[in-house]
């Protein structure tokens, strides 16, 4: 066992809280009860419901959904302001991809930028069966080339809200992003969906320049924040020629009586959000894509990756009200934190600055949202857990400032993936790639990879953790020293999502069914510190896994073009990879 992180695979036979009547082989079973999903029955879908364990059953729609994204680079001003950005098909953010659960994804993406690879992550998405399309560059496979096309496959197993992503260094701080709604029940009832809402940092200097200083260990202070990729800035008496203005605030109108659905993701490159509408109260009923119990509050901590859906009643007066993104100022400094805002209108007629105010108390933690709020409706416990290895992340100073997790900081080597060394048959992989292994001792029973990372570095530094390929149940996430046992875990219907927090000078326990054989990043999400190096990869069920001779073909034809490009690339690698 390599040493850094706390690494842990348990069996656990009949793991699920859902309590199944046993049922005579002779009886006579009903058909499944169909249902409408609408405004009064969101928890229902056709067959299906939100009491479906999504992890075994999936609706068969036999419906393809196709997308065409092109990745472009091109002058933006989103608040005003104009630089270079990176967008698909021209916009920030890039189109909102829609689909329904079951349904089938086929996404063509087109790199037409000059001087860049890319490829393109979505976020949260199991990919069952399907580690090929995952999209991170050095693992899953090789990057798209400029004037190269990909074409992405796979099914829709899981519903709610998320986004997809640039995972190719630092390029979805340059607005290489967009949104994805995935249509299914939910938990409690709305009458109109808003689609995705994102919350984001903003510099006016472009990332990989800032990447010059954030790589020697500081981060950088970021100039304001847009909301769904718009904002202002002030330009009054500014003597820079990229000063234009123009800029506006992201509005939208209530009907006083209807509750709306918004699905809120952080996107940033480092900043935590405590989202908040002024005089109304949130209804959370999904995190990530987990669908949970209910419960109100005046506002949403959100860390970077992590997605919740929200309810809002107009039960307000009517007039004007500021939604604010919240900028949690003791997690990373901006230029602009208190500007970061839209507007909510009662009349869509209206033109004028809100002048209401907020009551909520400002948020000095960089943690999630409380643990105990966060329970999922598809109750699902984790059971015995016989082994613990302890390990760490720390940091180093070679060059620049790199983070270590498992003993070394992932380097990635971007022509010769992770899986195209699994197709060759390997069984070492280099070191700088971070490879732990994990495969079930039996086929009989459910069994769990349990990952426990412990923040050693005394910084005191918050990291929120994305683990590709699955959902993970979140036994613990607290201050202080692992003991080494399972004392402090919680097994018993735990959060479950795929970004989690861990604590400065603290400990995340992270629970996972070995279930997706296929080569899965876990990874902070700040960027710099992906960037840095802060990943690893879970290499799982190595025999088992499995690409059709179609499929292999993408991946084969995708890395002999990147390969025939590098010898005239323009931007040579510069940080891990992802």
């Known amino acids: ?105 086929v996404i063509h993406v087109t790199n037409n930028m000059q001087t860049n690879g890319t490829s393109i992550h979505w976020h949260g998405l199991r990919q ?21 096309t990909m074409t992405y496959k796979f099914r829709v197993t899981q519903y709610g809200s998320t986004w997809y992503h640039s995972h190719f260094s630092l390029q979805y701080a340059e607005g290489l992003f967009g949104g994805m709604i995935l249509n299914g029940p939910a ?8 689609g995705t809402l994102f919350l984001q940092d903003w510099s006016h200097i472009e990332a990989f320049t800032l990447w010059n200083t954030a790589k020697l260990g500081a981060p950088p202070t970021l100039d304001t924040g847009l909301i769904n990729g718009t904002n202002t800035f002030d330009c009054s008496g500014s003597t820079d020629s990229n ?27 480092e900043g ?71 507007i909510v209108r009662y009349d869509a007629s209206s033109t004028s600055d809100p002048t209401s105010t907020s009551t909520v108390t400002a948020s000095t933690s960089c943690s999630d949202e409380p643990y105990a709020s966060l329970v999922p409706h598809l109750s699902l416990d984790v059971g015995n857990m016989p082994t613990i290895t302890s390990e760490d992340l720390s940091f180093t100073f070679d060059s620049y400032f790199k983070w270590t997790i498992n003993s070394s900081s992932l380097l990635l080597d971007w022509a010769e993936p992770t899986l195209m060394k699994v197709f060759n048959g390997d069984s ?16 009989t029973a459910t069994e769990w990879a349990v990952l426990v990372i412990q923040d050693t570095t005394g910084l005191g530094l918050n990291h929120p953790i994305h683990l590709h390929g699955h959902d993970f149940w979140v036994l613990a996430q607290t201050t202080g020293m692992f003991d080494g ?43 710099w510190h992906a960037s840095q190096g802060l990943s690893l990869e879970f290499v799982e ?38």
């Open 485 to 527: 046992t399972a004392s402090s875990f919680n097994t018993a219907n735990p959060p479950r999502r795929d970004v989690a927090t861990l604590p400065g000078n603290g400990y995340l326990a992270l629970a996972f069914q070995l279930d997706n054989p296929g080569a899965w990043l876990v990874h902070c999400h700040i960027a």
């Open 1 to 105: 066992m390599r040493q850094s992180l706390f690494f842990l695979l348990a069996a656990v036979a009949g793991s699920s809280a859902l309590t199944i009547p046993h049922v005579h082989p002779e009886a006579n079973l009903l058909p499944r009860q169909s249902c409408e999903n609408s405004a009064t029955s969101r928890s229902c879908w056709g067959n299906y419901s939100i009491d479906t364990n999504y992890y075994d059953e999936t609706p068969d729609t036999g419906k393809t959904v196709e997308y065409w994204l092109s990745v472009e680079e091109g002058s933006c001003a989103p608040d005003g302001y104009t630089r270079t950005c990176m967008t698909f098909n021209g916009t920030v953010p890039g189109p909102t991809l829609i689909a329904d659960w079951g349904d089938n994804l």
């Open 428 to 443: 070492i992989f280099p070191t700088e790639y971070n490879v732990v292994a994990v495969q079930p001792s039996s086929s």
């Open 128 to 148: 069952l069966g399907t580690t090929e399309y995952d999209g991170v560059p050095g693992v899953s496979q090789c990057p798209i080339a400029p004037g190269d």
């Open 541 to 578: 069920s190595e025999s088992s896994i499995s690409v059709d001779s179609a499929d292999q073909t993408v991946f084969t034809n995708t890395c002999n073009t990147w390969n025939s490009y590098i010898p005239t690339e323009v931007w040579p690698q510069d940080d891990s990879g992802i």
């Open 187 to 194: 938990t409690a009832d709305y009458d109109e969906d808003l």
């Open 243 to 269: 000063c234009v203005g123009g800029g506006k605030k992201f509005e939208t109108v209530f009907e006083s009586g209807k509750k709306y659905r918004f699905r809120v993701i952080n996107i940033a490159i």
């Open 272 to 342: 935590v959000f405590q989202f908040s509408i002024d005089g109304h109260t949130l209804t959370v009923i999904g995190t990530d894509l987990v669908p949970i119990v209910p419960y109100t509050t005046d506002s949403v901590q959100i860390a970077i990756g992590q997605r919740y859906d929200i309810i809002v009643e107009a039960n307000a007066a009517s007039g004007d009200y500021w939604l604010r993104g919240g900028w949690v100022t003791t997690c990373a400094t901006n230029s602009n934190p208190d500007g970061m805002t839209g």
